[in-house]
């Protein structure tokens, strides 16, 4: 049974100006100790594709915030929810803390997909609550 359905559309421009401005404050902001690794290296070979990595996963988390109803609020936090990927290459949700721990106890799974393209970012979340047995 779908919980919620979320989508954000995030322009790269912004994001790029945001990391201007703040610097990797801003990173540090958004994203999980994991996924701040990733953003340092791919930031380090090529920084388009780091930007774009950044971008990629706030649209994500702004996705799914709004797939479970939460918006960004408690539990609900930037750094507990992380974008991971499986060896396939399949985005996957994977959650810390107090957020995981509300959303399990709710009986939620999470499908997130992600894309960019030049100047935008943009992600697509569908929550489901699991079947009872």
């Given at each position: 049974?779908?919980?919620?359905?979320?989508?954000?559309?995030?322009?790269?421009?912004?994001?790029?100006?945001?990391?201007?401005?703040?610097?990797?404050?801003?990173?540090?902001?958004?994203?999980s100790?994991?996924?701040?690794?990733?953003?340092?290296?791919?930031?380090?070979?090529?920084?388009?594709?780091?930007l774009?990595?950044?971008?990629?996963?706030?649209?994500?988390?702004?996705?799914?915030?709004?797939?479970?109803?939460?918006?960004?609020?408690?539990?609900?936090?930037?750094?507990?929810?992380?974008?991971?990927?499986?060896?396939?290459?399949?985005?996957?949700?994977?959650?810390?803390?107090?957020?995981?721990?509300?959303?399990?106890?709710?009986?939620?799974?999470?499908?997130?997909?992600?894309?960019?393209?030049?100047?935008?970012?943009?992600?697509?979340?569908?929550?489901?609550?699991?079947?009872?047995?």
């Amino acid at each position: 049974m779908i919980h919620g359905i979320g989508t954000d559309v995030c322009d790269v421009r912004r994001i790029r100006s945001s990391l201007d401005r703040h610097g990797e404050r801003f990173a540090r902001k958004i994203l999980s100790d994991a996924e701040l690794v990733t953003w340092r290296s791919r930031t380090g070979r090529w920084p388009e594709r780091g930007l774009r990595y950044l971008a990629t996963r706030f649209s994500a988390k702004e996705a799914f915030s709004k797939a479970v109803g939460l918006g960004m609020r408690m539990p609900m936090t930037w750094r507990l929810c992380e974008i991971g990927k499986l060896a396939s290459g399949k985005p996957v949700i994977v959650l810390h803390g107090g957020l995981k721990e509300w959303f399990e106890a709710r009986g939620l799974t999470a499908h997130v997909s992600v894309t960019d393209e030049t100047d935008y970012a943009a992600s697509f979340v569908v929550v489901e609550k699991k079947a009872d047995e």
